[in-house]
């Protein structure tokens, strides 16, 4: 096999995004640090423009305005957001896929990452853990064999199952 190294290291200091040695596509490791740089605010907005995918993959979102969509990327691309405010963001079953088919109403300081399925498709995930503020007054099934609901009040403490008892 003819040595490659000298061709791959010259094609890295030109700043190629990837370089093909061998029918082996390599990515430099700068091109891959990208996707874990923290990239300028972005104002909350019905359909969020994200920058070049160089600029960054860690944004901090301001204000709350409710989020409905973001900007086209390759699938597979990832970006995860910091809420400063406490936008909406409102659930589409196609393109703005969120957790239990619902929207959510963020809280300021919680972050979510976001997957890009291709064509404007997004999936979103919360990354902090269970904030019980961020629920709602109403009754939950049960699961794993349990009897009744449980039922939550509007601050989100829980109350109870229909039998009186915490399982």
């Not at 699938?75 to 969120?98: E, K, M």
């Not at 972050?111 to 109403?138: K, R």
């Amino acid at each position: 096999m003819p040595d490659t190294s000298s061709a791959f290291a010259f094609q890295l200091a030109l700043g190629a995004d990837q370089v093909n040695v061998a029918n082996h596509i390599y990515t430099p490791l700068q091109t891959l640090d990208a996707q874990f740089l923290k990239g300028s605010d972005l104002a909350s907005a019905t359909s969020i423009t994200l920058p070049a995918a160089t600029a960054g993959a860690y944004f901090d979102i301001t204000g709350a305005v409710t989020i409905t969509a973001l900007s086209t990327r390759t699938a597979g691309h990832r970006v995860i957001f910091q809420f400063d405010g406490a936008p909406q963001l409102t659930h589409n079953a196609t393109s703005f896929i969120l957790p239990g088919g619902i929207n959510h109403t963020v809280a300021a300081g919680a972050h979510w990452q976001f997957l890009s399925l291709g064509g404007g498709n997004w999936a979103g995930f919360p990354m902090t853990s269970f904030d019980t503020a961020q629920l709602v007054s109403g009754t939950l099934g049960v699961a794993r064999g349990g009897t009744g609901a449980v039922t939550f009040t509007d601050a989100g403490v829980l109350i109870g199952n229909a039998a009186g008892a915490i399982q």
